[in-house]
Nanobody, 120 residues
Framework: QVQLVESGGGLVQPGGSLRLSCAAS????????RGWYRQAPGKQRELVAA???????NYADSVKGRFAISKDNAKNTVYLQMNRLKPEDTAVYYC??????????????WGQGTQVTVSS
């Protein structure tokens, strides 16, 4: 019943921007965003941006200075603002969060993935 729903992906030209959103839905008791990952064709899934409960952030060197992660706990949503996009940013992006289901235990969840394609 509880899931993470991603949106905001698409096709963009190099140098452009996109904002990804990841919102938890269902009978949720508590939401703890972990971060964003991506997986490009032929490559392993990698951490793009992480965020702690108190808002401390960490970024992969490849996106540092271009991407920004943020969250709105009141909306059970985590965002990834992507600026100055490069073709190498092309990948499927996944959000990750710990969710406490009402009447259940804490479980780590992945979003369904959203495609980001950066191309001329």
């Amino acid at each position: 019943q509880v899931q993470l729903v991603e949106s905001g992906g698409g096709l963009v030209q190099p140098g452009g921007s996109l904002r990804l959103s990841c919102a938890a839905s269902g009978p949720l008791f508590r939401f703890n965003a972990r971060g964003w990952y991506r997986q490009a064709p032929g490559k392993q899934r990698e951490l793009v941006a992480a965020i702690t409960k108190v808002g401390v952030t960490n970024y992969a060197d490849s996106v540092k200075g271009r991407f920004a992660i943020s969250k709105d706990n009141a909306k059970n949503t985590v965002y990834l603002q992507m600026n100055r996009l490069k073709p190498e940013d092309t990948a499927v992006y996944y959000c990750n969060a710990d969710l406490w289901v009402v009447g259940g235990d804490n479980t780590n969840y992945w979003g369904q993935g959203t495609q980001v394609t950066v191309s001329s």
